[in-house]
């Protein structure tokens, strides 16, 4: 493990605010690391309370429990960003744990927002035949994670979608991903995905806003026969696919694609302004 993601100047390490090079010392492989990214927007942490109930989720399924109350990781987040004067960011939370030892390490994480450009017209997405250890648990697996950048650079995507040995998509590298056919949206069902926050939320939005969700796994043969895609994630909200491999789509003028945009961009603008 490294902390090459790391874009800050100081971190926090078992609560207290240190230069971020002292996080070096926890590299290596003698940890079991759990992990959260979460985005930080006007100094809110977004959607936290989901994210601390996943951490401690992902934890009690290996038996561990986190040793910090919920007030104390929310503060620690709001430290970190504070001492690296910053109130949109991504903070990320790594728990290290070995046998009785545990550590908490909370840094500034290399983050990238879409462009207006980008939700306008579309992201570029990849295939790759990949699939991830454990996908309920959110869990640091660097060969995974060096594998999904190889592929992202070597075809010059935004996101690399992982199919099975089946030939069906699951999710994508960093994001969880849908279909769009109608006023039908398709996503994989929990079993085969890391349940992204987002992913849960924007299943919420498309359902009050009348669309029927169907939870199925989408080959990679039938790709042609929907309207749309989009992807979801921490940093890059909703955001329509352009491409998938060689295969065009209008996702970014789909009309339910906009209206999932609209209505998750409401969800979170409501939830700063109650946190503010």
Do not use: W
């Amino acid at each position: 493990m490294n902390f090459e993601e790391n874009v800050g100047k100081i971190c926090i390490i078992n609560g207290e605010a240190v230069p971020s090079e002292k996080l070096d010392s926890y590299s290596g492989d003698k940890y079991t690391a759990f992990y959260e990214v979460i985005r930080i927007i006007k100094g809110v942490p977004l959607f936290f309370e989901d994210h601390f109930a996943r951490l401690k989720g992902s934890m009690a399924k290996l038996k561990y429990e986190l040793n910090s109350s919920k007030k104390d990781i929310k503060n620690q987040i709001k430290v970190v960003c504070e001492q690296n004067g910053l109130t949109e960011c991504n903070v990320k939370i790594i728990v290290l744990q070995d046998k009785e030892e545990q550590n908490i390490l909370f840094f500034i994480n290399k983050f990238y927002y879409p462009s207006i450009d980008e939700y306008n017209n579309g992201v570029a997405c990849c295939t790759i035949r990949l699939k991830r250890k454990n996908p309920n648990v959110k869990m640091i697996h660097a060969g995974y994670k060096e594998e999904l950048q190889r592929t992202v650079m070597e075809k010059k995507a935004f996101e690399a979608l992982l199919v099975n040995e089946e030939g069906r998509i699951t999710e994508g590298g960093k994001s969880n991903v849908f279909f769009v056919k109608g006023e039908k949206i398709y996503t994989a069902p929990e079993d085969f995905v890391l349940i992204g926050i987002t992913r849960q939320y924007v299943v919420d939005v498309c359902r009050k806003l009348g669309y029927e969700v169907i939870e199925t796994l989408i080959g990679l043969d039938s790709l042609k026969n929907f309207d749309a895609a989009f992807i979801t994630g921490t940093s890059i909200k909703v955001l329509p696919v352009r491409i998938i491999d060689q295969g065009e789509l209008n996702s970014a003028a789909n009309a339910t694609t906009q209206h999932v945009m609209a209505g998750y961009n409401s969800l979170v603008n409501a939830y700063i302004n109650d946190n503010l």
